[in-house]
């Protein structure tokens, strides 16, 4: 993937949020899978956040067209055993009156906007512990089977025609 952007187009490392934790959290994934390859990508250069967030800018621009400042999207930074970089990207859900993701925060105790009610559905089934849960992975079998015991199907974006997520351009 061509990482070179004009300079008018190279993001700031604060508009992809939480980066360096999912850097982290990938780096933690790779060492109790042992996979080498993900920790040597991870590792390189001096500042892997920043081309990294190069490599997420050019994604979105190849994937989505045009950045639109105002649309907002979730990122999903994968890699297979080799080392190689996947990434997959679809639009932030919008959901009236609920803001999952603002772009910023009021000082504590000083927003005067309602708090909405978001439910929380607990699974009563059990998932059982193992390196695929303690890690965030593409293996989703137990959780696809944690959705289904409380009623939520995946199948009901794609039914409506809509794209949850794009994965290089796919």
Known sequence: MATFLPPNLQP???HIHLLPYGIDRL???????????????LTQGRDRA?????????????T????????????????????????????????????????SLPPPGQSEDDVPVIPIHLDPGHVPSSLFTRH????????????ARVGFDDSVTFA???CCCRTNGE
């Open 64 to 103: 989505h067209g045009e950045l639109n400042p105002v649309e907002r999207f979730i990122i999903r930074i994968s890699f297979r055993r080799d080392g190689k970089l996947r990434l997959m990207s679809g639009p932030r859900p919008h959901v009236p009156g609920v803001e999952y993701y603002p772009t």
């Open 160 to 162: 409506q025609g809509r």
């Open 27 to 41: 780096l933690a994934a790779a060492a109790a899978f042992n996979f080498p390859a993900v920790t040597a990508n």
């Open 50 to 62: 920043t081309s990294l967030a190069r490599e997420i800018q050019t994604h979105i621009l190849q």
């Open 12 to 14: 700031p490392l604060s």
């Open 136 to 147: 965030k992975t593409s293996h989703r079998a137990e959780y696809n089977a944690a959705r």
